[in-house]
């Protein structure tokens, strides 16, 4: 985790970096062409290079620089440093134009990332969808590659899901997938992940958890649900398939096809089980 934390922090200061040469390179060209070219335009190249790639509040602070060195650009010009009130209005129509688009800038990036983050989740649960799944799966194999250390996949199908829908309707039938999502997400650690696969499946990525901790954890999250089931009297049970993999498996759907193998056993088998296997080879 500490290499992962300096290599982000790397990453960020070459943004940095690499910002303030577009930036000394606007001011540059500004400085050379003088009046006969009004720059300001082209100052927004490196603003919105910094609100994209780094924060809201660092492409504000570049924003503000940038119009500060026009305007001392501006200033330092002696055949158009105000000679009437005309320079002062163009200035700061100018100006105003300015901090609104950089004001657009911010406001699309965060419209981007909010429809990105929608598009991530599945809106009945709130877990995580399939496409969300398979993206983190892939970066938990990837770090097995290079740090050897094991996770574990469960896939967890709710038996007898359709008797809900048809006793209580598809109301209940939601609330039920709502409560379950719940309560998985409330009993498990932050950075595990638990993902809707779809209807009543459901998948979890447990990082850094080896066979004998994650057995732990799902027959504890089992016993949980179950005692919710019957509290709710809803009439359902949990087959889980689980798979801890101490070697990364070719992909991430070879390794959705091992776990949901394994799932559907346990279903064959009589159902309301937890059904694990280890992969060290």
């Known amino acids: 985790m500490f290499a992962v934390y300096k290599i982000r922090n790397l990453h960020r200061a070459l943004l940095v970096v690499l910002g303030s040469l577009i930036v000394g390179g606007a001011a540059y060209i500004d400085h050379v062409t003088g009046q006969n070219l009004s720059f300001l335009c082209f100052y927004l190249i490196p603003v919105a290079f910094f609100i994209w790639f780094t924060t809201r509040r660092i492409g504000i602070f570049v ?116 409560s379950i999502a719940d309560t998985v997400r409330k009993n498990l650690r932050k950075l595990d992940i638990i993902s809707r696969f779809g209807g009543d499946e459901f998948t979890m990525l447990l990082p850094e958890t080896g066979a004998e901790a994650a057995q732990a954890v799902l027959s504890r999250m089992r016993n949980i649900l179950l005692n919710m089931m019957e509290t709710n009297k809803w009439p359902v049970t949990f087959t889980f398939g689980t798979v801890t993999f101490l070697k990364p498996p070719s992909s991430v759907e070879e390794m959705v096809k091992k776990v949901g193998s394994l799932m559907y056993s346990g279903k064959d088998s009589g159902m309301n089980t937890i059904e694990q296997e280890i992969v060290d080879a």
């Open 63 to 178: 924003s503000i620089l940038c119009a500060a060195i026009w305007f001392i650009e501006n200033a330092a010009d002696k055949t158009h440093l105000f000679h009437s009130d005309i320079s002062y209005l163009n200035m700061s129509i100018e100006l105003v134009f300015f901090f609104f688009v950089t004001s657009l800038l911010c406001s699309l990036k965060e419209a981007l990332g909010i429809n990105e983050e929608l598009s991530r989740v599945d809106v009945l649960t709130g877990a995580v969808n399939r496409r969300a799944f398979y993206d983190l799966a892939g970066r938990e194999i990837a770090r097995l590659e290079r740090y050897k250390h094991p996770f574990t996949v469960a896939y967890m199908d709710i038996d007898n899901f359709k008797v809900v829908n048809y006793r209580f309707g598809h109301r209940a039938g939601d609330q039920l997938l709502r």
